[in-house]
């Protein structure tokens, strides 16, 4: 299994911007496609975004389209969220996990850790 590490979150206030970290342990993070989720507090976690094995398709859920981007850098086997514009409503604890498409992003392959909370202050 691949050990995944979420960092960069913190208390920012509307509209301000944050940049959330994925590490991956190992070799193989390329032949997985990477996706980020959040849960925010008394709420089911829900799919944000994801990015295909080399970048070139990236999902987004509606909420936050035009605000937040995907990406990766294979070679730190790292993925990342920029999230823009961000929203008292973004508050939330944010995961980040793998599947082998974006295609079954729905249903990730790792089991859930700690994420990284993001609070958002009106």
């Known amino acids: 299994q691949v050990q995944l590490v979420e960092s960069g979150g913190g208390l920012v206030q509307a509209g301000g911007s944050l940049r959330l970290s994925c590490a991956a342990s190992g070799q193989t993070f390329s032949r997985y496609a990477m996706g980020w989720f959040r849960q925010a507090p008394g709420k089911e976690r829900e799919f944000v975004a994801a990015?295909?094995?080399?970048?070139?398709?990236?999902l987004f859920a509606d909420s936050v389209k035009g605000r937040f981007a995907i990406s990766r850098d294979n070679t730190k086997n790292t993925a990342y969220l920029q999230m823009n514009s961000l929203r008292p409503e973004d508050t939330a604890v944010y995961y980040c996990n793998l599947a082998l498409s974006t295609a079954t992003m729905t249903t990730p392959l790792n089991a859930w850790g700690q994420g990284t909370l993001v609070t958002v202050s009106s």
């Open positions: 990015i295909s094995r080399f970048g070139v398709s990236r």
